[in-house]
């Protein structure tokens, strides 16, 4: 049985004879590895050099680009310009914006509910930014005349809070119009309204920055004819390579600690296993009095009928499934759970190791943000500490050996290497099936082992970038990190660095890094409100080599890395 965990590459010629186009494989490589095809990019540029194109997006965001033959797609979060992320195509050869679609997964609810919840949140928005634009004019005024003008228009406008600013106050929570309930900063009419009718919306980021990773984290996937998205509202949609919406599917989740963004708005990204759309959500978390459980759910790539969806208890992290074959089975694995694909059967949970039973007890197989890799029936999954409420637990790699019999699994760990401390630091995972051979960054360290043994052949430091995962190209290993001001990024510029190393000495070959630029008008407002704090740090992704083409993105643009 073949597993199709596919991307996305053009030739649309190809496509009009009906023939699926070849794809990067988004994230994770055309096979789910971390590792792409070659040739080797070049290993030398900067803003001035070996750039070949550069193209400014709506906003920033963390998904990774997805090539579909001679196009890029890629989402941005929303912020002044849009109410919904925005699903973007670009031309391959010179970064020209072919089409733009923002996804907005109120569309799926029917009218006039549609319309409805969609009022009260473009109002919400509205006075969001008004309340962000008149803070920034209150603190950049050069006079007291200036300064009551701005009160007075914020007064006139219903936020009264407007009257206690004065000059070097921080907090926009403290002048908007809106109720701390919640997140602190919407209307509490707004809050009890959506909370009760169970309308997912977000905000997009506030003064100090976006909640965490914003609702455009997961990946773009395609299997060649078209390309699908998921978010962290719970929206699933087709799009076709020309930008018409096919489908477009809203996830009913229970409610979390507030309506306006899921508290656990990092879920990872979908895959297509055959002609199935794979995504999994986590849960929220235990004793919140909106809690549930995670699950995983199968759609039927033509049409978006739902097939089935897996309860999968109180697991809470964001990992993207990982498909395997497992005696002829399609099966797709999150998070200690073993799913049969043809019917979302539960097959099984993965067995923790002793060390892992003794410090989590009851609290159940936690799998860490750092998506897992296969080779044949072996599984290779990160157990992680993070947030699993026992900082400084022992937690490390585990390798086990899958197989299907009937509705059960078979399952042995073949070998298991913990590490010490915490996992302040995600442990990020590529596997070169050819050499036979486990890449396992940690922060600033990778660790490679045997995949049969787990015996650590090497080891060499890199760009220490906390949940940035590296890539392996042609001998290459690319690893970056983001730079500048804020939590373990130094003094650098603010930006983007990538470091490219011999996968197989750890040399340093070159790094080039790519800086954030000032904005204009209402994007200068943007930024400003956007790098007040930390956002920034999640404005990066995982880059893309394809064709001897590096595709980086840094915060809100687009790069593509090459010889002229």
Same mark, same amino acid.
């Given at each position: 049985?073949?597993?199709?965990?596919?991307?996305?590459?053009?030739?649309?010629?190809?496509?009009?004879?009906?023939?699926?186009?070849?794809?990067?494989?988004?994230?994770?490589?055309?096979?789910? #590895?971390?590792?792409?095809?070659?040739?080797?990019?070049?290993?030398?540029?900067?803003?001035?050099?070996?750039?070949?194109?550069?193209?400014?997006?709506?906003?920033?965001?963390? /998904?990774?680009?997805?090539?579909?033959?001679?196009?890029?797609?890629?989402?941005?979060? +929303?912020?002044?310009?849009?109410?919904?992320?925005?699903?973007?195509?670009?031309?391959?050869?010179?970064?020209?914006?072919?089409?733009?679609?923002?996804?907005?997964?109120?569309?799926?609810?029917? !009218?006039?509910?549609?319309?409805?919840?969609?009022?009260?949140?473009?109002?919400?928005?509205?006075?969001?930014?008004?309340?962000?634009?008149?803070?920034?004019?209150?603190?950049?005024?050069?006079?007291?005349?200036?300064?009551?003008?701005?009160?007075?228009?914020?007064?006139?406008?219903?936020?009264?809070?407007?009257?206690?600013?004065?000059?070097?106050?921080?907090?926009?929570?403290?002048?908007?119009?809106?109720?701390?309930?919640?997140?602190?900063?919407?209307?509490?009419?707004? +809050?009890?309204?959506?909370?009760?009718?169970?309308?997912?919306?977000?905000?997009?980021?506030?003064?100090?920055?976006?909640?965490? #990773?914003?609702?455009?984290?997961?990946?773009?996937?395609?299997?060649?004819?078209?390309?699908?998205?998921?978010?962290?509202?719970?929206?699933?949609?087709?799009?076709?390579?020309?930008?018409?919406?096919?489908?477009?599917?809203?996830?009913?989740?229970?409610?979390?600690?507030?309506?306006?963004?899921?508290?656990?708005?990092?879920?990872?990204? @979908?895959?297509?296993?055959?002609?199935?759309?794979?995504?999994?959500? @986590?849960?929220?978390?235990?004793?919140?009095?909106?809690?549930?459980?995670?699950?995983?759910?199968?759609?039927?790539?033509?049409?978006?009928?739902?097939?089935?969806?897996?309860?999968?208890?109180?697991?809470?992290?964001?990992?993207?499934?990982?498909?395997?074959?497992?005696?002829?089975?399609?099966?797709?694995?999150?998070?200690?759970?073993?799913?049969?694909?043809?019917?979302?059967? %539960? %097959?099984?949970?993965? !067995?923790?190791? =002793?060390?892992?039973?003794?410090?989590?007890?009851?609290?159940?197989?936690?799998?860490?943000?750092?998506?897992?890799?296969?080779?044949?029936?072996?599984?290779?999954?990160?157990?992680?500490?993070?947030?699993?409420?026992?900082?400084?637990?022992? +937690?490390?790699?585990?390798?086990?050996?899958?197989?299907?019999?009937?509705?059960?699994?078979?399952?042995?760990?073949?070998?298991?290497?913990?590490?010490?401390?915490?996992?302040?630091? /995600?442990?990020? %995972?590529?596997?070169?099936?050819?050499?036979?051979?486990?890449?396992?960054?940690?922060?600033?360290?990778?660790?490679?082992?045997?995949?049969?043994?787990?015996?650590?052949?090497?080891?060499?430091?890199?760009?220490?970038?906390?949940?940035?995962?590296?890539?392996?190209?042609?001998?290459?290993?690319?690893?970056?990190?983001?730079?500048? !001001?804020?939590?373990?990024?130094? #003094?650098?510029?603010?930006?983007?660095?990538?470091?490219?190393? =011999?996968?197989?000495?750890?040399?340093?070959?070159?790094?080039?890094?790519?800086?954030?630029?000032?904005?204009?008008?209402?994007?200068?407002?943007?930024?400003?409100?956007?790098?007040?704090?930390?956002?920034?740090?999640?404005? /990066?992704?995982?880059?893309?080599?394809?064709?001897?083409?590096? %595709?980086?993105?840094?915060?809100?643009?687009?790069?593509?890395?090459?010889?002229?």
């Amino acid at each position: 049985m073949r597993i199709l965990l596919l991307s996305g590459l053009v030739a649309l010629g190809a496509l009009a004879a009906g023939e699926p186009l070849p794809t990067s494989g988004g994230r994770r490589g055309p096979e789910g #590895t971390g590792v792409f095809p070659g040739p080797a990019p070049v290993v030398d540029f900067a803003e001035d050099r070996n750039v070949l194109w550069r193209t400014p997006l709506p906003n920033w965001g963390c /998904n990774t680009p997805l090539v579909v033959g001679d196009r890029v797609f890629v989402v941005s979060e +929303y912020g002044w310009g849009a109410t919904s992320p925005i699903v973007l195509c670009l031309s391959l050869a010179d970064g020209r914006i072919l089409w733009r679609q923002e996804m907005d997964h109120l569309d799926a609810l029917a !009218e006039p509910e549609r319309s409805e919840a969609k009022g009260w949140r473009d109002r919400e928005v509205a006075n969001l930014n008004l309340s962000h634009r008149l803070f920034h004019r209150f603190h950049a005024a050069e006079d007291d005349a200036e300064r009551e003008r701005v009160v007075a228009e914020g007064t006139a406008a219903g936020m009264p809070g407007f009257s206690r600013l004065r000059a070097g106050r921080r907090n926009i929570k403290d002048v908007s119009p809106f109720a701390r309930s919640g997140n602190g900063v919407l209307r509490r009419d707004t +809050y009890d309204t959506c909370r009760d009718r169970r309308w997912f919306w977000y905000m997009g980021w506030r003064f100090y920055g976006t909640i965490f #990773t914003g609702q455009s984290f997961p990946s773009p996937v395609s299997d060649g004819t078209a390309i699908y998205l998921y978010n962290a509202f719970g929206a699933v949609a087709r799009y076709e390579l020309d930008g018409t919406r096919t489908w477009l599917q809203f996830l009913d989740i229970p409610m979390h600690s507030h309506p306006f963004g899921p508290t656990k708005n990092i879920v990872g990204s @979908p895959i297509i296993v055959g002609d199935t759309l794979v995504v999994s959500h @986590p849960g929220d978390q235990a004793g919140d009095r909106r809690a549930h459980s995670s699950f995983m759910v199968g759609f039927d790539l033509a049409t978006g009928a739902e097939r089935w969806r897996t309860p999968l208890g109180e697991t809470e992290r964001a990992e993207t499934p990982t498909a395997l074959d497992l005696d002829g089975t399609a099966v797709a694995y999150v998070s200690g759970h073993v799913v049969r694909v043809a019917d979302g059967t %539960l %097959l099984g949970t993965l !067995e923790q190791p =002793d060390y892992v039973r003794a410090a989590r007890g009851s609290r159940g197989f936690v799998g860490g943000a750092a998506t897992p890799v296969t080779m044949g029936d072996l599984l290779f999954v990160v157990d992680s500490a993070n947030g699993a409420g026992k900082r400084g637990h022992p +937690y490390g790699v585990l390798a086990y050996r899958l197989g299907v019999t009937g509705d059960s699994l078979r399952q042995e760990l073949v070998w298991s290497s913990p590490f010490g401390g915490n996992n302040e630091c /995600n442990s990020c %995972l590529v596997i070169d099936r050819r050499a036979g051979e486990l890449y396992v960054k940690r922060g600033g360290s990778v660790r490679v082992h045997d995949v049969q043994t787990g015996q650590e052949r090497r080891r060499f430091t890199v760009q220490s970038g906390d949940w940035d995962s590296p890539i392996l190209v042609d001998g290459l290993l690319l690893s970056g990190r983001s730079t500048g !001001e804020g939590r373990n990024r130094g #003094t650098e510029p603010r930006g983007y660095r990538l470091g490219i190393y =011999d996968a197989t000495t750890g040399e340093e070959r070159a790094s080039g890094q790519l800086l954030v630029a000032p904005g204009e008008g209402d994007k200068a407002e943007q930024r400003i409100a956007q790098y007040a704090e930390t956002s920034w740090n999640w404005g /990066n992704a995982l880059p893309v080599v394809w064709q001897g083409r590096i %595709l980086l993105r840094s915060n809100d643009a687009l790069y593509c890395i090459a010889a002229p």
